[in-house]
């Protein structure tokens, strides 16, 4: 059995950091001990790994993640299981939580057993599903105890994509019903579709056919209304409810409300959403003000196509201090690659057409620490909203997302002082561009250990293709 003793580095937990070694027996943290002890303690390890300057975390929980989602157009996201979770793991990120999606007409286990059969033998970290719920019929709601029984414990509702995913406020409602009463957590993707889709069709009509028509028909007080909602769903159908991928002040607002009130409401946001804004797709340029974006085709704005839509720096500002505050529990990343050439092209001329999503399950821990270094959040924030919390909302608490005696070895060395520069040229992720091109961020990706195994040193990835393993999830525990 293999015994690593990580030795020097500084340890970080969301209750405080501290000089540190922790102490791997086999796949499981078996202590954590004062700096140097371990001798004394007669551990005999079968390698001692140096973190000395380093930062030593838990391996991240990625709890939003696409891999080989399939689009409106019928293309499927770009990265496979094996591809996402190796760049996952170059990113620090050892556990990710994807979506299988149901197909109307088709039950939850047919998704279920889809989804087992893309990430099994193909993934290199441990994977755990979610269940988006599109066809909300007596027949899908009687299933919910059974995926319940099968690990997967939050499911997912869309207010938005009326005709794909859509479902009604009283589909949301009755869906949202027998989530509670089997004790599971209902996710919402809260935008109001109906309005949306109005807009659309008059932007369309109106020949308004570039990517910042994505911004412009997609307000964010439609998120906000819509967050609201499904809040007031929530409350009716006494369910805990997690708005995903929060974009917006106004459905910020609407869950700081809640929570004020004491609901059980959570939040999570996206890193898209705290460093990239709406001029990416060319919105100010289309609206006569001053753009910062270089490119001079207004179809790159196709990159940046994800729903929520990309807002204004006044929305990044109030999610960074939602996250501060508490309001929002997670960052996730929303990892739904598609390549620019073949993918997002499709909707040159039409942008209803540009499949919907970004790439990011590699970039997600830099860009959090970089939060860190420009002193939006502390090292602590960082890895309760990256590991901990989303560990403990969906039930993988803890034996994921913890530096504790027993809890997975799943341990990043964290170099919070080395620069390097975020690309396509050099990133991971099967696609061929990066949202975050030429952005300079502070801390790397050292060393990874997964359950136990040094699965990334020297800049080379070891990890045997396959080696992830299936997470049953319990229900969420309280934060
Ligand atoms: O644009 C996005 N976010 N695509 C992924 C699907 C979703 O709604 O999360
Ligand atoms: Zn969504
Ligand atoms: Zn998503």
């Known amino acids: 059995m293999s015994k690593l003793a990580i030795t020097g580095g500084t340890l970080v937990t969301p209750e405080g950091s501290f000089a540190g070694d922790v102490l791997v027996e086999g796949e499981h943290i078996l202590a ?24 030593v975390i838990p391996g991240g929980v990625d709890v939003h993640t696409h891999m080989e989602m399939p689009s409106a157009g019928g293309i499927f996201s770009s990265d496979s299981f094996e591809t996402g979770s190796k760049a996952a793991l170059w990113g620090g990120t050892t556990t990710i939580v994807d979506f299988a999606t149901q197909t109307p007409g088709h039950s939850l286990k047919e998704a279920l057993r889809e989804w087992e059969g893309r990430a099994c033998g193909n993934s290199v970290v441990d994977y755990g599903f979610h269940m988006i719920v599109s066809d909300v019929s007596d027949a899908s709601l009687a299933e919910i105890p059974e995926m319940i029984e099968r690990g997967v414990t939050s499911f997912k509702l869309f207010m938005a994509y009326p005709g794909r995913l859509y479902s009604d406020d009283g589909a949301i409602l009755r869906a949202m019903q027998v989530i509670a009463a089997n004790g599971a957590l209902a996710q919402v993707h809260a935008e109001n579709g109906i309005a949306i889709d109005v807009l659309v069709a008059q932007a369309v009509a109106k020949g308004e056919v570039d990517p910042w028509a994505h911004v412009a028909t997609r307000p964010s007080i439609l998120e906000g ?5 499904a809040i007031v769903l929530a409350q009716v159908a006494g369910a805990k409810v997690y708005i995903v991928h929060i974009s917006a002040l106004e ?18 946001t996206c890193p898209q959403y705290l460093f990239l804004s709406e001029d990416a797709l060319g919105w100010a340029r289309a609206s006569g003000a001053a753009s ?17 839509p990309l807002r204004s720096q006044e929305h990044q500002e109030k999610l960074w201090e939602g996250i501060r505050r508490g309001d ?48 939006r959040i502390s090292l602590e924030r960082w890895v309760q909203v990256a590991c901990t919390a989303p560990a403990k909302l969906f039930g993988l608490y803890p034996r994921k997302g913890t530096l504790a005696p027993g809890s997975d070895a799943d341990i990043v060395i964290y170099d919070p002082e080395k620069r390097h520069v975020l690309s396509a040229s050099s990133h991971h992720m099967a696609v061929d561009y990066s949202v975050y091109e030429g952005m300079e961020v502070t801390g790397e990706v050292d060393t990874v250990i997964a359950r136990g195994e040094v699965v990334l040193r020297n800049q080379e990835l070891v990890a045997k293709p396959g080696r992830g393993e299936y997470l049953p999830r319990l229900l969420p525990a309280p934060i």
Not at 225 to 229: F, G, L, Y
Not at 292 to 308: I, Q
């Open 292 to 308: 910062s974006e270089g490119s001079t085709d207004p179809f790159e704005g196709a990159k940046y196509v994800c729903s929520p």
């Open 328 to 375: 929002l529990s997670t960052v996730a990343t929303d990892h739904c690659p598609y390549c620019f050439k073949g993918a997002k092209e499709l909707g040159r001329g039409d942008f209803r057409k540009i499949p919907n999503g970004l790439p990011g399950v590699e970039n997600r821990m830099d860009l959090l620490h970089e939060g860190v270094v420009q002193k």
């Open 32 to 55: 954590l001990v004062a700096p140097g002890s371990w001798q004394e303690l007669g551990f005999v390890p079968t390698e001692v790994l140096d973190a000395a300057g380093k930062l």
């Open 251 to 268: 459905a910020l607002d609407e869950v700081t409300k809640a929570r004020d009130e004491g609901l059980e409401v959570y939040g999570e």
């Open 225 to 229: 209304e819509a967050t609201h909602r």
